[in-house]
C-alpha cells in the first residue's frame, strides 16, 4: 500500500508591489487618453475599407508619364537628406569633444549635452516652418532644418562613442607633451574615425524619411508633390510618388548599410575594428535605434 | 563627390546663406519673444492635452501590435518560410514611410480629425519597435528554446516560456523609446489635419503670429524633454 504523498509546501510567492504601481499608473494614463480623446471610434470598423478604397484609386492605373520628375524631386529629398547631414557633421564633430567627459570638465561637457537635448527634441519639419520665410521655398530651408535638426542627435551619438575609447593613445600624446589639439589630433580621432563615419550614414538613413515629409510645408523635395496630389486628389500621381518614395528609401538604406559595414568591417579579409567590441551596447542600440 | 553632386541639386551657397540668416525677420524676433502664456489658453490647451492622448494610446496600440510582428518575422517565431518572408516585407514597408507621410495617407483615406492621428502614430510605433525587437531577436540565447523544443512545446508555448521573458525588458524598452518618438511626431500631425497641438501651430503660422507660434513650440518641447529624461532613467533600469 503506498501513502498519498503530501502536496509539496511552497512558499508564496513576494507581492510584487513596483509591478503594481506601475501596471495601475499605466492603465490609468490609457484610461484617461481613452475617456479624453474625441476620436469618433466607430469610424475605426471603415477604415481599412477606406484605406482599400484609397489604395485602388491610387494604384489602379498610376500616371507613368510623371515617372521622370518624381524621380528627379527624389533626387532632390535624397540631396536635401545629405547636405543636411554633412552640415550637421560639421557642428557636431566638434561641439562632441566638448561634450565627452573624458576630454573636457563635467560641467563643460553637461553643458553641451543640453543644448544637443534641446535640438533633438525640436522635430525637422518645425524647424522648416521657422527656415522657410528666412530662405523662401527652397531646397535650403529643408537643408536647414535637417542642417540644425541632427546637430541634436548625431552629438549625442558621438560623445557616447568618444566617451567609449582607450584612454592610452591619450596618456602617451600627454606623455610626449602634446598640446589639446594635437591630442585630439593623434589620441582621440583615429580610433573614432570609422564609427563617427558610420554614424553620419545612420543620421543619413533617418534624414532621407525627414526630407521625404519636409515638401509637405513646402521646404523642397518630394514631399510636396505628395502632399498636393493627395490633397487634389490627383490619385494616380499621389499613388506612383508613394511608391518611388517607399523604393527609394528602401534602394537608399541598402546602399548605406553597405557602406556602414564595410566602413566598420574593414576591408574584406581583415579582422576589422577593434573598437565595435568596446563600444558599450547601450551605445550600439541607440544608434540601431536612431533609424527611425 | 557626392556632396558635390548633391550641393549642386539644391541650389546650396554659401553666401546666400549667411545674407539670409542676418537679415531680420518676424520669424526670428517672434522667436526671441515667445508668447509663454499660449499653451495655457483655453483654444490651445485642449488641443495640447490631444496629443499627450494620441501619444499614449499610439504607443500602447502600436507597441502591443508589433510584438507578435517582430516575433512572426523569425525562425524561432515561425516556421513557414512563405508567411516569414510576408511578415518581413510588411514590417519594412511599414518602415520605410514617415510619421507624416502616415498622418497624410490616414487623412486622405478616411477624413481630417483624431483618428488619422491615431492611425498614424500606430503604424509609425509598429515600424519602430518590431525593427528594434527583430534585432534584439537575432541574439537570444538558444538554450531555453532547445529545452522548449525538447519538451514537447507548442510554437506557441515555446515563445510564451522561452522567448518572450528574455526579450521581455528590451521589448518594453522599446516601447518607452516609442511614447518619446511619438510625443514628438504627435506634435506635428496637426500640420496635415490628424489632430492634436500642431493645429495650433499650423494656425499661427498661417496667421504670422509668431511669438504665439515660438511660445507653445518650446513650451512643448520643454515637456518633450522632461518626458525623454525621465524615460531614458527608467529604460537603463531596465536594460
Excluded at chain 1, 18 to 40: C, E, F, H, N, S
Excluded at chain 2, 105 to 111: E, N, R, Y
Aim: without cysteine; hydrophobic residues 55%.
Amino acid at each position: 500500500m503506498t501513502a498519498a504523498m503530501p502536496a509539496p509546501q511552497l512558499p508564496s510567492k513576494p507581492f510584487d508591489w513596483p509591478k503594481l504601481i506601475w501596471w495601475t499608473l499605466t492603465a490609468a494614463l490609457v484610461g484617461w487618453a481613452l475617456w479624453g480623446l474625441d476620436a469618433k471610434w466607430s469610424r475605426l470598423l471603415d477604415a481599412p475599407g477606406d484605406l482599400w478604397t484609397l489604395a485602388r484609386l491610387m494604384f489602379r492605373d498610376m500616371d507613368l508619364g510623371e515617372t521622370g520628375r518624381l524621380i528627379g524631386e527624389m533626387w532632390e529629398s535624397i540631396s536635401i537628406a545629405w547636405m543636411g547631414t554633412i552640415i550637421a557633421a560639421i557642428f557636431a564633430i566638434p561641439l562632441s569633444f566638448v561634450a565627452a567627459e573624458n576630454l573636457v570638465p563635467k560641467p563643460v561637457a553637461i553643458f553641451v549635452r543640453q543644448i544637443f537635448n534641446v535640438l533633438r527634441a525640436i522635430p525637422e519639419i518645425i524647424l522648416a516652418l521657422a527656415f522657410i520665410p528666412v530662405f523662401g521655398l527652397s531646397p535650403m530651408a529643408g537643408v536647414m532644418a535637417i542642417g540644425v535638426g541632427s546637430i541634436g542627435s548625431l552629438g549625442k551619438l558621438f560623445y557616447e562613442l568618444i566617451e567609449a575609447i582607450d584612454d592610452s593613445p591619450i596618456e602617451a600624446a600627454d606623455a610626449v607633451g602634446a598640446t589639446p589639439l594635437q591630442r585630439l589630433r593623434w589620441g582621440v580621432i583615429p580610433q573614432v574615425l570609422p564609427e563617427l563615419t558610420s554614424l553620419v550614414m545612420y543620421r543619413f538613413e533617418i534624414n532621407i524619411r525627414a526630407s521625404a515629409v519636409l515638401g509637405l510645408v513646402g521646404a523642397g523635395g518630394i514631399g510636396s508633390t505628395l502632399a498636393q496630389s493627395l490633397e487634389f486628389k490627383q490619385w494616380e500621381v499621389a499613388g506612383l510618388a508613394l511608391i518611388i518614395v517607399v523604393i527609394g528609401t528602401i534602394a537608399v538604406d541598402a546602399v548605406s548599410g553597405i557602406i556602414r559595414r564595410r566602413i566598420v568591417a574593414g576591408p574584406p579579409g581583415t579582422t576589422g575594428s577593434d573598437l565595435t567590441d568596446d563600444l558599450p551596447p547601450e551605445a550600439m542600440a541607440a544608434a540601431e535605434s536612431r533609424v527611425f | 563627390m557626392f556632396t558635390i553632386l548633391t550641393a549642386r541639386s539644391v541650389g546650396f551657397s554659401l553666401s546666400d546663406l549667411i545674407e539670409n540668416l542676418t537679415r531680420t525677420n518676424p520669424v526670428i524676433e517672434g522667436m526671441l519673444n515667445p508668447d509663454w502664456g499660449q499653451i495655457w489658453s483655453d483654444r490651445t490647451r485642449p488641443r495640447f492635452f490631444e496629443t499627450l492622448q494620441l501619444a499614449v494610446i499610439g504607443t500602447v496600440t502600436g507597441g502591443a501590435a508589433a510584438l507578435p510582428l517582430a516575433l512572426w518575422s523569425t525562425k524561432v517565431g515561425n516556421s513557414n518560410s512563405a508567411l516569414r518572408l510576408v511578415v518581413r516585407s510588411f514590417n519594412n514597408v511599414v518602415r520605410s514611410i514617415p510619421d507624416l507621410l502616415w498622418a497624410l495617407i490616414w487623412v486622405s483615406a478616411i477624413g481630417i480629425g483624431v483618428l488619422p492621428g491615431l492611425l498614424a502614430l500606430f503604424f509609425f510605433t509598429i515600424a519602430v519597435v518590431s525593427k528594434l525587437t527583430f534585432d534584439i531577436l537575432d541574439g537570444i540565447d538558444m538554450g531555453p528554446i532547445e529545452a522548449a523544443d525538447a519538451s514537447g512545446a507548442t510554437t506557441t508555448q515555446r515563445l510564451r516560456t522561452s522567448v518572450v521573458p528574455q526579450i521581455l525588458p528590451a521589448y518594453t524598452s522599446f516601447v518607452l523609446y516609442g511614447f518619446e518618438l511619438n510625443l514628438r511626431a504627435s506634435a506635428v500631425l496637426g500640420l496635415v489635419g490628424a489632430g492634436g497641438i500642431g493645429q495650433r501651430i499650423e494656425f499661427f503660422r498661417a496667421q504670422g503670429r509668431w511669438e504665439e507660434l515660438w511660445g507653445v513650440v518650446f513650451l512643448f518641447f520643454i515637456i518633450v524633454v522632461i518626458v525623454e529624461f525621465i524615460s531614458v532613467r527608467l529604460r537603463r533600469r531596465l536594460v
